[in-house]
């Protein structure tokens, strides 16, 4: 009986108490009386993590009875966010779990803040995966996630003088309760060495050996028996690494020459949107890459046998940007030397199963590899990376433009030298296209530039290779985990029986569009954002020591710190409000709270810059008592996931305001908008369907789209004359450059005036204006409350489109073949 066998969780608050002291007492060795929150939350993730194991099992198995077709994720990065609550949530145990740690005098929510965030990723990249995971879980995709283990996550941030410091964050240290070791499906991967022929093939030898242990994440789906496995990898040293040069006398050298074999997943690149080209980072790949192939392959074996022929038909492999792209080469190596598959009939198994997702267009973005180190590390992979673009240029490109040597140039997967003795470089979004079926942009206008600027010849040549998905964010953390009052409301409204439930359909939510003007309705949803404001207020006063009032807009920007988001522009319009205060202290405005989150590369000096200067401007304005608490600017430190989760709820004005044609998606807009907030934004990304959805009048779009962008660029533009036209603007650069905000550092700022007065390549300067505009037109509205209200509901009702459900149907239906 199948049911039976696939029974769901169903355990009481009388039960979970029970396991809940089992566990302190025998897994943890502690007594009722000594266990304290941090112990509580331990014991109840172990209870959680049993019902995991259990359903992973039966998962697995049922997917084997039926030699399911599987996606594999591959991602350096899945920031998946504390685990527990939202487990609970999942398993539909959270209230019962809340009504035993209740008999047990403790209260569930306070267990929850002991969680330390596993923050594996950087942002959007790093989080889309793990709403991903999420949403495969839910719908009962059969999929694995494939990442590293990485014993330091994303650097923790702190402030010093308003400086961003950076220290490690040894998230694991605390204990991790969720990830289960595996060493029976351990993975040996090689690295180094050199390529000889024998007998007509090729043999990869001398090679170092790093092995690879899996760690087992269970990744619980919503209102399901479903439950997938995020597997991610953690390098070791292999028995008898490094003893080949031990034998010859070079123990030392190599100890000391080349990657230790526990280096490699030790520690997440901080670099977003930037890649370092760093030797541990290429090996970082591969490795996390060669263990994940082997392992699927692996899977396919024993559940399918040897035959290569029904490989497409059974694995779906999807890289998430380029940084997997190495797995291109690694299953062609697989196939021919190990498998004995020619050549054409490789490439043809690789197109069928991988695809591969463009998450930037920013050039600098854009990994490339030197040929010499793609050659050092994995000298056979360098050899069929020659073999794929041999093919690719002297048969498809060759057919398509005979003759056309300059377009051989363009379209090579090597890009040779620009200057003579300069290095050849390895295209990783070209090795992509190349090797993959489909290839996807994040969101409309996204994917509309993935066609037009960034792989025109790609797409004349393959008309249908390039599609769009666009991104979405999971229901389940990001409103109704979050923001548990309005889930509530919303249910209350709309019902919630399960054919009802918005947080398995969310277009669902469509329906609260008929109470948009209902007073009854606006009163209470907006007293819900304002007790989510009193929570948040409390927060901020706790981590910064700054009181904000739940009656001022709350005015919200969290992303990662760079200048196509333009938080100096955010920042230039604070300094210009500020300063319209201080002409005139009795102007009649609401009270406004402006909040920032980010964190900068480290080695990125006018993120930094911008960092210190909010900083700098937020002491200044928060400590001036002429202006009446009429402004504040509060940066929170360490922003992650389980402080989006606490802003979000109480944000009044989300602000998605970079450089149109930059942002590529961005899904903090979704989230922000599906909580009731009003976004301000330029026509970027996301941006553009958001509008769409909730319709021009209920979001405030200001500034250059994106072909005004080019043509501006096209025509040459002088910061200077914006500069010299606009008198506030200039005063409020002016007041930057002159060193009053950091008198003991007075070119503290110089970074950023440079930046902005020396080509303001991201245009910040052309917007300023029409940005102001926005935020008086948001003044103005949130004048009239009925209006407020009405605007922010529709948001919410409208955001059926972006859940990650929506994405995931997608890719199953578009590139998966699955659904
Ligand atoms: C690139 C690199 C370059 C190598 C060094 C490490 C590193 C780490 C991450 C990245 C990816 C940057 C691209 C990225 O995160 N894109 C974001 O993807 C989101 C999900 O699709 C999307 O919403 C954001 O707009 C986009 O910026």
Redesign the pocket.
């Known amino acids: 009986n199948k049911t039976e066998q696939y029974a769901t969780t169903t355990l009481d608050a009388d039960q979970l108490a029970h396991s809940i002291k089992r566990h302190l007492q025998q897994s943890l060795g502690v007594d009722l009386e000594e266990a304290g929150p941090a112990e509580y939350w331990e014991a109840l993730s172990l209870v959680v993590r049993e019902q995991g194991l259990d359903l992973i099992r039966k998962t697995r198995h049922k997917e084997r009875d039926e030699k399911a077709r599987r996606v594999y994720y591959l991602s350096?990065?899945f920031l998946v966010g504390r685990l527990l609550g939202n487990n609970l949530h999942n398993l539909g145990i959270y209230h019962q779990a809340e009504e035993a740690m209740a008999n047990l005098g403790v209260n569930l929510s306070d267990v929850l803040e002991h969680e330390t965030d596993p923050a594996l990723g950087?942002?959007?990249?790093?989080?889309?995966a793990a709403c991903f995971m999420d949403s495969l879980a839910t719908l009962d995709l059969p999929a694995f996630g494939y990442g590293i283990n990485y014993r330091f996550g994303l650097f923790k941030q702190d402030f010093a003088g308003g400086k961003q410091v950076e220290s490690p964050d040894a998230w694991r240290e605390e204990s991790c309760p969720w990830g289960i070791e595996r060493p029976k499906r351990k993975q040996l991967i090689k690295l180094y060495g050199r390529v000889t022929e024998r007998a007509g093939k090729a043999v990869w030898e001398d090679t170092q050996e790093i092995l690879g242990m899996p760690w087992d994440v269970p990744v619980t789906g919503y209102g399901t028996d479903t439950v997938n496995t995020l597997r991610l990898w953690e390098s070791r040293a292999a028995e008898g690494f490094d003893l080949s040069s031990f034998d010859e006398g070079r123990y030392q050298e190599s100890r000391s020459g080349e990657i230790q074999a526990e280096n490699v997943s030790q520690v997440l690149?901080?670099?977003?949107?930037?890649?370092?080209g760093k030797e541990l980072?290429l090996i970082q790949q591969y490795f996390f890459v060669a263990c994940s192939i082997a392992d699927l392959i692996a899977r396919y074996k024993r559940e399918n046998g040897d035959n290569w022929d029904g490989f497409a038909e059974k694995v779906a492999i999807q890289l998430n940007?380029t940084?997997p792209a190495i797995a291109v080469p690694e299953l062609m190596r697989i196939l021919m030397d190990e498998e004995d598959i020619v050549f054409s009939k490789a490439l043809s198994i690789c197109r069928e199963v991988f695809s591969y997702?463009n998450?930037?267009l920013?050039p600098e973005?854009l990994?490339k590899w030197p040929q010499n180190l793609i050659t050092k590390v994995l000298p056979r992979h360098m050899q069929i990376i020659h073999m794929i673009n041999y093919h690719f240029l002297h048969t498809e490109v060759e057919t398509q433009w005979p003759g056309d040597n300059n377009m051989k140039r363009r379209l090579s997967i090597i890009e040779e030298p620009e200057r003579p003795g300069g290095q050849q470089m390895v295209r990783m979004a070209y090795l992509s296209v190349v090797g993959s079926h489909k290839v996807n942009g994040?969101?409309a206008l996204?994917s509309g530039l993935v066609k037009t600027t960034l792989f025109p010849e790609f797409n004349e040549l393959w008309p249908d290779k390039l599609v769009n998905v666009t991104?979405g964010v999971t229901p389940r953390r990001w409103l109704d985990y979050c923001n548990p009052e309005l889930a509530k409301l919303i249910d209350d409204t709309i019902g919630k029986d399960e054919k009802a439930d918005w947080r398995k359909d969310l277009s669902k939510l469509d329906a609260i569009n008929a109470y948009a003007d209902d007073p009854a309705f606006q009163k209470k949803f907006a007293a819900i954002k304002h007790n989510n404001k009193i929570r948040f207020a409390a927060v901020v006063k706790e981590l910064c020591n700054i009181d904000i009032s739940p009656d001022a807009i709350f005015d919200v920007q969290i992303k990662?710190l760079h200048e196509y988001k333009r938080q100096q522009l955010n920042l230039l319009h604070i300094m210009a409000l500020y300063r319209r205060l201080l002409d005139n202290p009795d102007l009649d405005v609401p009270q406004r709270v402006f909040i920032f989150g980010a964190k900068a590369a480290p080695g990125y000096k006018v993120a930094k810059t911008i960092i210190h200067a909010i900083n700098r401007v937020a002491e200044r304005v928060n400590n001036d008592r002429r202006i009446k608490d009429k402004l504040k600017v509060v940066f929170l430190p360490n922003y992650r996931v389980s402080l989006a989760e606490k802003i979000i709820p109480a944000a009044d004005v989300s602000e998605q305001i970079?450089t149109a044609g930059f942002?590529?998606?961005?899904?903090g807009n979704m989230k922000f908008a599906l909580n009731g907030a009003l976004t301000v934004g330029t026509l970027d990304?996301?941006n553009v369907e958001i509008a769409e959805e909730v319709g021009d009048d209920n979001i405030f779009i200001y500034g250059l789209t994106v072909e005004e962008v080019a043509e501006l660029r096209h025509r040459g533009y002088n910061p200077k004359d914006v500069y010299n036209s606009n008198a506030e603007l200039k005063a409020v650069i002016d007041w930057l450059a002159s060193g009053d905000l950091c008198p003991e550092e007075p070119d503290a700022f110089r970074p950023l005036v440079d930046s902005l007065l020396g080509g303001d390549y991201f245009l910040t300067l052309v917007d300023y204006q029409a940005y102001s505009d926005a935020h008086d037109k948001i003044v103005e509205t949130w004048n009239k409350p009925e209006l407020w209200w009405k605007m922010a509901i529709i948001n919410t009702a409208s955001m059926g489109k972006f859940s990650s459900d929506r994405s995931i149907m997608d890719y199953a239906k578009t590139i998966w073949n699955m659904a």
Do not use: M, Q
């Open positions: 350096l990065e950087n942002g959007g990249l790093g989080r889309l690149y901080p670099n977003d949107n930037h890649p370092a980072r940007d940084h997702t998450h930037t920013l973005a990994e994040v969101a996204h991104n990662r970079s942002e590529a998606s961005g899904t990304g996301a």
